[in-house]
Nanobody, 115 residues
Framework: QVQLVESGGGLVQPGGSLRLSCAASGSRLSINVMGWYRQAPGKERELVAV???????EYADFVKGRFIISRDNDKKTVYLQMNSLKSEDTAVYYC?????????WGQGTQVTVSS
């Protein structure tokens, strides 16, 4: 089992920045893929960005150039630096970890972009 605890969400004005963090615990095995997904009201959950243990990264097109994903393998933590936020980025952001093909999810953290 893997437990994921997210932090860093909140209310921010358009054009502002937020940094999300997600700390993993509960597994002695190394987690290969960690990432962030989001779900807006009335919409399906969608990929935001993922990063492998080796540092390979994939971004959704709608965040390229604005968001940066990173991870600290020693701390088992993944980060999402979100810049130039837009109202359409408003959603619950979920941390995800793939451990040997099994997906684990955090509880989610609300990000609201509004003036």
């Amino acid at each position: 089992q893997v437990q994921l605890v997210e932090s860093g969400g909140g209310l921010v004005q358009p054009g502002g920045s937020l940094r999300l963090s997600c700390a993993a615990s509960g597994s002695r095995l190394s987690i290969n893929v960690m990432g962030w997904y989001r779900q807006a009201p009335g919409k399906e959950r969608e990929l935001v960005a993922v990063i492998t243990r080796g540092g390979n990264i994939e971004y959704a097109d709608f965040v390229k150039g604005r968001f940066i994903i990173s991870r600290d393998n020693d701390k088992k933590t993944v980060y999402l630096q979100m810049n130039s936020l837009k109202s359409e980025d408003t959603a619950v952001y979920y941390c995800n970890a793939d451990l040997l093909g099994v997906n684990f999810w955090g509880q989610g953290t609300q990000v609201t972009v509004s003036s």
